[in-house]
């Protein structure tokens, strides 16, 4: 069966300040591609990063950096110099394989909700 | 570009009553698209996946007969709610995938929050 978890339900920090946000994963599948999602209190999910399986290279895209680790099955995401719009909850999602007839399904995480405080 | 609106963005019906929600891909095709339901302080949870033209594919637990889904073109997916009730109250989340048989990104609407009186 195919699981995410994120372990940190809530986060707070103060503003500057690095927070690294921890997603670890279960799957039985080869191929498979991790995300992150912010959703800000308006609701709406943003995406923010795709990774697929065999890609193990970590990214930077300005503040944000993601670890992936197979080894470990984690995909983990650090922002770094908090800002107080960073605020939010922060999903890590799962995609299963590839089928021919439907797109792949999203499994999310629980959800961090991050607080950054001035 | 990968824009998915919504609508309304929030209606309050009263129980018994059926409410139709809209989803759309402002540029792009979407092959599929994904219905989620959150309640507050939780994840989201797939209802069902509907692909243009075929039935959608509901998951275990959700009444395909309560909601009922169209996707009647590549840029657009209803979901219906019908004879609502308080406990179908939540926020309900669209997103559209532009890729069939890849499991490339799905974009997400703003969501529609329903409270059902």
């Known amino acids: 069966a195919q699981k995410v978890t994120q372990a940190q339900t809530e986060i707070s920090v103060v503003e500057k300040e690095d927070v690294t946000l921890d997603c670890v994963y279960e799957?039985?599948?080869?191929?498979?591609?991790l995300f992150w999602y912010k959703q800000p209190p308006s609701g709406e999910l943003v995406f923010l990063i795709r990774r697929n399986s065999f890609d193990e290279q970590n990214e930077i895209s300005g503040r944000y950096s993601w670890n992936f680790q197979k080894s470990t099955s984690s995909f983990n995401f650090t922002i770094t110099a908090s800002q107080v719009v960073d605020s939010a909850v922060y999903f890590c999602?799962?995609?299963?394989?590839?089928?021919?007839?439907?797109?792949?399904?999203?499994?999310f995480g629980q959800g961090t909700e991050l607080s950054v405080k001035p | 570009g990968a824009v998915v609106s919504q609508h309304p963005s929030w209606v309050i019906c009263k129980s018994g009553t059926s409410v139709k929600i809209e989803c759309r891909s402002l540029?792009?095709?979407?092959?599929?698209m994904f219905w989620y339901r959150q309640f507050p302080k939780q994840s989201l949870m797939l209802m069902a996946t509907s692909n243009e033209g075929s039935k959608a594919t509901y998951e275990q637990g959700v009444e395909k007969d309560k909601f009922l889904i169209n996707h009647a073109s590549l840029t657009l997916s209803t979901l219906t709610v019908t004879s609502a009730h308080p406990e179908d109250s939540s926020f309900y989340i669209c997103?559209?995938?532009?890729?069939?048989?890849?499991?490339?990104?799905?974009?997400f609407g703003p969501g529609t929050r329903l409270t059902v009186l």
């Open positions: 997103s559209a995938e532009r890729l069939a048989g890849v499991p490339d990104t799905q974009y």
């Open positions: 999602a799962l995609s299963e394989a590839i089928n021919v007839n439907q797109g792949g399904k999203l499994i």
């Open positions: 540029d792009f095709q979407a092959t599929t």
């Open positions: 799957t039985r599948d080869t191929t498979y591609y």
